[in-house]
Every structure is written in C-alpha cells, then in structure tokens.
C-alpha cells in the first residue's frame, strides 16, 4: 500500500475511532455546548479557532447553533485529531529517513532525534486520547499534555538548527504545535488543565 493510501486511511478511519471513544463524563446532565461557541473562546487566537472548527468538521460535528454535545467529546475530538497528526508526520520522517540517500549527516541525527520526540509525544497524547478522556480520568491530564507539546517542541528546535536547509518536516512539526496547543486550550473546557 501507498504512503498516500496509508495516510488516506488513518484520516478517514480516525474520526469513527474518535466517535466511539468520546465520553460523557456528566452523565445526566444536558449537553453543555455548541461547537462553535467552544471554538470562539476568548482564549484563542484566530488561528486557533479556524483550526478548531476544521477539526470539527473532520469529527463530522454539527456546527448548528441549536445542536449541544458534551464539552469533553470536543476535548476527544482534539486530541483525537493531534494522534492522527502525529502519526503521519512520525510516518513522514520515518520515510525520510529510509528513502532520502541526499539526506546530510546532520539531516538524520536531526530526523532521528525526531523520531524519538514523535514517539513521546505520540504515545502522551494517545493516552490521553485513548484512555484518559474516554475513562473521564483527568488527574495528570495537563501533564499528557505539557509532555506531548514539549516533545513536540523538542523536535522543533532539532530542525531550526538545520536552517540552511530547507526540511520538508518542518511545517509538518509546526502544524502538530498548533494542534497539541489547541488541543490543551480546549481541555480547560472540562476544567482540567
């Protein structure tokens, strides 16, 4: 199968991943709020709101005013959507790494050393994603989520230091900051961060 293919299937498949994890952790109670007024908070740049409502609409969520879900499936579908990204940005240095024979020294150790960062960072916001949201655990949440944005960040600045070379990873790894930060923002929805 194609990196594109394979790519192509974890963004499709993620949001029903997604769905079925997303909790109610108040259960009883009426649904809390629109996704639109989750998405314009005051604490959130521009960029970060248009950001959220397209991640809404890859969850396939209801922009409606009328229609409210529960805050912490919103919270789900953004680190939801931070896992998928991850993935494929780890798949992409991985392929670098193994295809690009003009890749320099400096290049691999740099790339390598991503990989390393994507791991941690992968597996803090799959836990968060896959256990800790869905089981409403929010102890150590901000934690999940400082060590995947740090790991993150860590790769960042791995690749700044190439800055005479122009690394087709970098606007990949700045996409994934803005994600895990939105994805931090959105859980103080659920008052937890």
Known sequence: ?????????????????????????????????????????????????????????????????????????????????????????????RNQLNHNTSLSGEERRAYEGCMKDYALAGRSITRVADEMLPSCRFTGLSGEYNRALNSIVSCMNRLSALARVNTPLYPMVLADQDKAVLAYHLATLIGVV
């Open 1 to 93: 199968m194609s990196m594109s293919k394979i790519i192509l299937l974890l963004l499709l498949l993620a949001p029903l991943r997604m769905a079925a994890a997303s909790p109610d952790c108040a259960p009883g109670r009426e649904p809390g709020m629109e996704a639109s007024f989750a998405c314009s908070q005051m604490w959130l740049l521009k960029a970060e709101q248009d950001l959220c409502v397209r991640i809404m609409a890859w969850g396939g969520v209801d922009m409606s005013v009328s229609h409210k879900e529960e805050e912490t499936g919103y919270v789900s579908l953004a680190a939801w959507f931070a896992v998928e990204s991850f993935e494929v940005t780890r798949i992409a240095a």
